[in-house]
């Protein structure tokens, strides 16, 4: 199918949000704590609003980390997987490495795309079919074949608590960095040649990051070895592995 139409409700819709985001100021915005520890700011849930409002259709389903899981979902063929504000530790702290993330799920599979970090001024979009672009412009996933020099993006907080000591002496670069979405959006784009996690995410956190790697030929699987059926009633999955196949064949082996 041609998901052209939908791209641009997604673009719409990313618009529509980074405009509501000049209200708040990244870096002096108070927060709270969700269940489980997470923070949350006012700009979180305002997105979510506008994002809903934009996005949803009567026939389609939503899952955002910021809305009450209804799960009638699970009966909808089509369904918005969300992230408002994906990086909510870096907003609060200012550190450009946020991002407005959204997906468009059709039977499980992600078929279009968009992720927008206002902070750096980049949208990033595509539908399976048709590749992605950063800006306007195509883009296409890194072809580096090799770990030695690779960039790989790693969580900010996996690397403060420790977890990527066992690969310090990796041939390839660790670069710490903040939103998940955005770290595999900026794989898929081949700004940086890899990235992935040692600790499980939702489906919000990771299915617009999912479509545009696909979309760009390259390959993720979750740290299990699966690809992912989204819009499941559990929301988490294991931690993941994106780059191009050569070089994720190679970072799978490293983490076994």
């Given at each position: ?82 992230d408002p504000l994906d990086g909510t530790r870096e907003f609060i702290e200012g550190i450009p490495e946020w991002c ?157």
């Amino acid at each position: 199918m041609d998901y052209s139409n939908v791209l641009e409700r997604i673009g719409k819709a990313l618009v529509a949000a980074t405009a509501a985001l000049k209200e708040f100021t990244p870096g002096k915005i108070q927060s709270t704590l969700k269940t489980g520890g997470n923070p949350v700011t006012e700009a979180d849930v305002r997105l979510d609003k506008i994002l809903k409002k934009e996005l949803l259709r009567d026939d389609e389903g939503w899952l955002s980390e910021e809305t009450k899981d209804d799960l009638s979902r699970l009966d909808n063929e089509c369904v918005w997987i969300v992230d408002p504000l994906d990086g909510t530790r870096e907003f609060i702290e200012g550190i450009p490495e946020w991002c407005i993330s959204i997906a468009y799920i059709v039977n499980g599979q992600p078929q279009a795309a968009g992720i927008c970090n206002p902070a750096t001024n980049q949208t990033f979009l595509g539908t399976r079919n048709n590749g992605i672009t950063l800006n306007g412009k195509p883009a296409q996933i890194s072809q580096k074949q090799d770990m030695d020099g690779a960039t790989v993006l790693a969580s900010r907080s996996e690397v403060k608590r420790g977890e990527w000591k066992q690969f310090e002496n990796a041939p390839f670069e660790i670069i710490p960095m903040g939103s998940v979405a955005y770290k595999m959006a900026r794989v898929a784009a081949g700004l940086d040649d890899a990235t992935f996690t040692l600790v499980p995410k939702n489906e919000w956190d990771v299915a617009a990051g999912w479509l545009l790697i696909e979309a760009t030929g390259g390959k993720v699987l979750d740290k299990d070895g699966n690809v992912r059926v989204f819009n499941q009633q559990n929301p988490l999955l294991s931690g993941l592995i994106s780059a191009n196949p050569i070089l994720h064949e190679k970072l799978s082996r490293l983490c076994e």
